[in-house]
């Protein structure tokens, strides 16, 4: 029996999840509930794709995105660990950390009141030693109804203290980058990595002219992404994150990344819940952290 259908047997629930071969024969969980339908590929534990009742698709994919074991999916959400970024040390390591190019284990799909829960989980090993020599589990317990809820569980299990930073590196689809605001960040201080990471403190909405880099620092609050074009508003709510990251490549930076298609910067914006630079995570041996993030879309 293929790995496909032996998960589908031990996990699917009839008329509403089934695990299926889905892009690059990648194996995927499909939910479709009556609150909401969605995505979660096990490469990466990442969420592809929710689209809640009533409203349209609200995560952004790429079309030219890679789907294949040791390479990044371009859209949906991303997790980064245990770095943010480059790795400070080893130019040759991969960007982001190495949680999202491999496979997690699919532990658990329970259905209940707000949707269905997807429990996914991946665990250090030799090959994650050579890159950070740490003992960890790392869970991602995704639901997927009303809203999209997703929790980002780091167990430390190893002897000592360790420190990481993680991203949940959300990609939102919207109507025009040009024509949106991001409210909830007013006042709040963020490093411009596009100005030699410059300290500015957000001046009113935040509006999208050009690349657009942002780390936005010391914040816990709501974020709400208002989209005129779709006539929708996205919520943003999080727990256990210090930090939120606002991103567009725009054109120059979007015609340079491979899987990215060039013209689809407009129909995109990432809005991520964080915990990096010196927000980084530190957990002692046998504690855990949990970072979540709530994601409900309405009309505007
Ligand atoms: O979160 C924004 C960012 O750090 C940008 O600097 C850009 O590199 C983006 O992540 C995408 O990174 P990736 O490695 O997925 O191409």
Redesign the pocket.
Known sequence: MSTVAALNARFGIDGVVKVVAGHGGLPAVEVTGPQGNGTVYLHGGHVAAWKPAGMEEVLWLSGSSAWADGK?IRGGV?LCFPWF?PKKDDAKAP??GFVRLSEWELESVTQGADGVTIGLVTRSNAGTKGWWDTDYELRHIVTIGKKLTMELELKNVGGGPLVAEEAQ?TYFGIGDVRQVKVLGLEGVKYID?GAGMKEVIQQGAVTITGET?RIYVETEGNVVIEDPVKGRRIGIAKKGSKTT?V?NPWVAKAKA?PDFGDEEWPGMI?V?TCNVLGWAVKVEAGQSHTMATEITAGRL
């Open positions: 990044p991303p970024g960007a982001h590196h990595k880099d990251v991103w990344m990432c991520e």
